[in-house]
């Protein structure tokens, strides 16, 4: 894979362009740890039409070159990218957007991360209850970055009481954000059902793209969230780890799929606990609990790969 290097400049596409009446875009959402380049060229070959890069600490990101060379990497093939930023403070967020910039299609900044520690930091969550900083951040990338397609997106929950959201989003649509994603939980639910209705209010009190994630598990889930709430997109977290073929329409991973992985991990080097794990997620809705034990035990690339041709044929 192509490592960050400031020769290679890409083409950017204006990812804006994708947004069409009546089409949903289907998009791949950052995942710590799981969303790197090689799930995302995964994902790609099984009609995904967007991806982000995990969520990477933009303070961190600029502070050191072993950072930025580990946390983003990237190759020609690999578009259109939104790379996905924890920020606080607008001229951090602003100078991590200027350096990926060329290698990528827009940022993404994460307000949405209820996790403790990023909240302590005032990272993540805890963001959706500074609309005056949110618009500044945006208003600072944009002013930065030349490219004028480049894109600047957040990524929320939802507020107790909806018209905070609503306030929130139209005040960063005046600052220039270029859509919003609404994961449709509140901070404090996890496993709870999404609120759709709360996703749609906010599409209709929008004149930009807005996109909704939470509980997309199949190419069903897709249409019906689409149906229910009217969004721009619809993003996938673990039902994409679970089958990274979803957006294709297969109901469970297709063996051609795995062994896909197997040739896109060993291409890229993929270290051994993130080949397995992959692999653990995509095959947990295929195969029996005595088998789960006896894969999830295997120690090596080697192992798996035998395993797997014994099982599945290859």
């Given at each position: 894979p192509?490592?960050?290097?400031l020769t290679?400049?890409?083409?950017s ?21 799981y969303?790197?380049?090689a ?9 995904c039409d967007?991806?982000?890069?995990p ?8 502070r050191?070159?072993k ?7 990237t190759?020609?093939?690999?578009r ?6 924890a920020a606080?403070d607008?001229?951090?967020?602003a100078?991590?957007a200027s350096a ?18 990023a909240?302590?930091?005032?990272y993540?969550?805890c963001l959706i209850?500074k609309?005056?900083?949110l618009s ?5 990338v944009?002013n930065?970055?030349e ?6 997106s ?9 018209k905070q959201?609503?306030?929130l989003?139209?005040k ?8 919003v994603?609404?994961h449709?939980?509140?901070v ?37 969230t ?7 997109g619809?993003?996938?977290a ?6 990274p ?12 799929c795995?062994?896909d992985w197997v ?6 080097g ?10 653990i997620?995509?095959?947990?809705r295929?195969?029996s ?8 035990a295997l ?5 798996v790969?035998?395993y797997?041709?014994?099982t599945?044929g290859?």
């Amino acid at each position: 894979p192509q490592v960050l290097n400031l020769t290679t400049h890409m083409d950017s596409k204006n990812i804006m362009d994708m947004f069409e009446k009546g089409r949903v875009l289907k998009i791949c959402a950052p995942m710590v740890r799981y969303s790197k380049l090689a799930f995302r060229s995964l994902v790609r070959k099984y009609d995904c039409d967007i991806c982000f890069t995990p969520m990477i600490v933009a303070a961190d990101f600029m502070r050191s070159i072993k950072a930025r060379d580990s946390e983003f990497t990237t190759n020609k093939a690999d578009r259109p990218l939104i790379v996905q930023f924890a920020a606080k403070d607008a001229m951090t967020l602003a100078g991590a957007a200027s350096a990926v910039a060329p290698f990528s299609d827009g940022v993404d900044l994460n307000c949405g991360c209820p996790q403790r520690w990023a909240m302590a930091e005032g990272y993540g969550a805890c963001l959706i209850n500074k609309p005056e900083l949110l618009s500044d951040m945006v208003r600072q990338v944009r002013n930065q970055v030349e490219n004028p397609n480049y894109t600047v997106s957040i990524k929320i929950r939802i507020h107790k009481d909806l018209k905070q959201t609503v306030d929130l989003c139209q005040k960063v649509q005046a600052a220039g954000v270029s859509w919003v994603t609404v994961h449709g939980r509140t901070v404090d639910e996890r496993h709870q059902p999404v609120h759709y209705d709360a996703i749609r209010t906010i599409k209709d009190s929008l004149s930009i793209p807005v996109i909704a994630n939470g509980d997309v598990k199949n190419l069903r889930d897709v249409e019906s969230t689409y149906l229910r709430t009217g969004v721009d997109g619809v993003m996938a977290a673990r039902g994409l780890l679970a089958n990274p073929a979803m957006f294709a329409g297969y109901e469970e991973t297709p063996l051609e799929c795995v062994w896909d992985w197997v040739d896109i991990a060993l291409e890229h080097g993929t270290p051994f606990t993130c080949f397995h794990h992959h692999l653990i997620y995509m095959l947990e809705r295929v195969s029996s609990q005595p088998e789960r034990r006896v894969f999830n035990a295997l120690s090596s690339t080697s192992a798996v790969i035998e395993y797997l041709q014994k099982t599945y044929g290859s």
